[in-house]
């Protein structure tokens, strides 16, 4: 099981980036995939959720509106797609495997996640 983050880098308030998380090992069929961030000196925070099926997905209030997630079964990749960035914003992100029964709730907590990538920075700043 490999989860690959790649995309981030520096970016100007108001802009857009998008990460992909390309995953290896197992299919993005039968699998949940969170987004998670943290930034210097603080929690890692869940932003975002998509489910194996239908797919449902999951935003933090921090993110809603701004960040859409998605997938790609044939790449077996997930995306997020974010506009509107904000100084706030800069942090590294995570992406993570969660249990196939998984669905998203009120937040995401990283005890749900069994596999995690390495991270990939995003920083917005002028």
């Known amino acids: 099981v490999q989860l690959v983050e790649s995309g981030g880098g520096l970016v100007q308030p108001g802009g857009s980036l998008r990460l992909s998380c390309a995953a290896s090992?197992?299919?993005?069929?039968?699998?949940?995939i969170g987004w998670f961030r943290q930034a210097p000196g603080k929690e890692r925070e869940g932003i975002s959720c998509?489910?194996?099926?239908?797919?449902?997905?999951w935003y933090a209030d921090s993110v809603k509106g701004r960040f859409t997630i998605s997938r790609d079964v044939a790449k077996n990749t997930v995306y997020l797609q974010m506009n509107s960035l904000k100084p706030e914003d800069t942090a590294v992100y995570y992406c993570?495997?969660?249990?196939?029964?998984?669905?998203?709730?009120?937040?995401?907590?990283?005890?749900?996640?069994?596999?995690w990538g390495l991270g990939t920075q995003v920083t917005v700043s002028s």
């Open positions: 998509i489910t194996r099926s239908d797919p449902y997905t």
């Open positions: 993570a495997r969660a249990d196939p029964m998984f669905v998203p709730d009120e937040d995401l907590f990283d005890r749900d996640f069994d596999s």
């Open positions: 090992g197992f299919s993005l069929d039968y699998y949940p």
